[in-house]
Nanobody, 114 residues
Framework: QVQLVESGGGLVQAGGSLTLSCKRT????????MAWYRQAPGKQRELVAT???????NYADSVKGRFTISGGSPGNTLYLQMNSLKPEDTAVYYC????????WGQGTLVNVSS
C-alpha cells in the first residue's frame, strides 16, 4: 500500500506563489509516473502536470510557464511550484502515483483571491 500526503495549500493573492508537496510512504512499489491533478468547485478533475520516473515532464496548457513539477523519485517528495497564480487556479490539488495501480492523496486546497 502506498500513501500520499499533500501539503502546502492555502490562501494567496492573484500573482502570488505557492509550493505544494506530496510525501510518498508505504510499501516500495514500482511507480512509473507521478502527477498533480486539480478539481475546481463544480468542475471535473483535470490533469495539471506529470513527471515520469526518468524525469520527463508534461503540463496542461493552462499552467505552462507558471507551474513546475519536480521530485517524486523513490524516497523523495513530489513538488509543484506554482507562480503567477490566477483566481482560476483555485481548486483542490491532488497528488497521484501510478504504476500497476493508481494511488491518490487526500488533496490540499489552493484558494487564489483576485
Amino acid at each position: 500500500q502506498v500513501q500520499l500526503v499533500e501539503s502546502g495549500g492555502g490562501l494567496v493573492q492573484a500573482g502570488g506563489s505557492l509550493t505544494l508537496s506530496c510525501k510518498r510512504t508505504g510499501v516500495a512499489v514500482r511507480i512509473n509516473t507521478m502527477a498533480w491533478y486539480r478539481q475546481a468547485p463544480g468542475k471535473q478533475r483535470e490533469l495539471v502536470a506529470t513527471i515520469s520516473s526518468v524525469g520527463s515532464t508534461n503540463y496542461a496548457d493552462s499552467v505552462k510557464g507558471r507551474f513546475t513539477i519536480s521530485g517524486g523519485s523513490p524516497g523523495n517528495t513530489l513538488y509543484l511550484q506554482m507562480n503567477s497564480l490566477k483566481p482560476e487556479d483555485t481548486a483542490v490539488y491532488y497528488c497521484q502515483a501510478s504504476g500497476g495501480f493508481e494511488y491518490w492523496g487526500q488533496g490540499t486546497l489552493v484558494n487564489v483571491s483576485s
